[in-house]
């Protein structure tokens, strides 16, 4: 069974920074593309930034220029660096991995790891 384990949440001031994990484990045979969501109470589950296997990126408007995903292929893990930290960005945050198993294609998530931005 895949399993997605995000680590690096906390709790820290504006203007800080945080770097995010999310390790891929399980009877994975490819990645197609593993990405990172989040969601504030209340509110809906958002996209945060995406990567494909052939390392295209897309990104939210709002956090363009202050977060980097990127990915180490080798361990089947994805990073979000967060750089410019603002209260608005406070949310779970979820990793997402889109991958072909045994029992075919499906989309995975993992339980989600919470950032707390606040002064």
């Known amino acids: 069974q895949v399993q997605l384990v995000e680590s690096g949440g906390g709790l820290l001031q504006p203007g800080g920074s945080l770097r995010l994990s999310c390790v891929a484990s399980?009877?994975?045979?490819?990645?197609?593309?593993m990405g990172w969501y989040r969601q504030a109470p209340g509110k809906e589950r958002e996209l945060v930034a995406t990567?494909?296997?052939?390392?295209?990126?897309n990104y939210a408007d709002s956090v363009k220029g202050r977060f980097t995903i990127f990915r180490d292929k080798a361990k089947n893990t994805v990073y979000l660096q967060m750089t410019s930290l603002k209260p608005e960005d406070t949310a779970v945050y979820y990793c997402?991995?889109?991958?072909?198993?045994?029992?075919?294609?499906?989309?995975?998530w993992g339980q989600g790891t919470q950032v707390t931005v606040s002064s």
């Open positions: 990567i494909t296997s052939g390392g295209s990126t």
């Open positions: 997402n991995a889109d991958l072909l198993t045994v029992n075919g294609y499906g989309r995975y």
């Open positions: 399980g009877s994975i045979f490819s990645i197609y593309a």
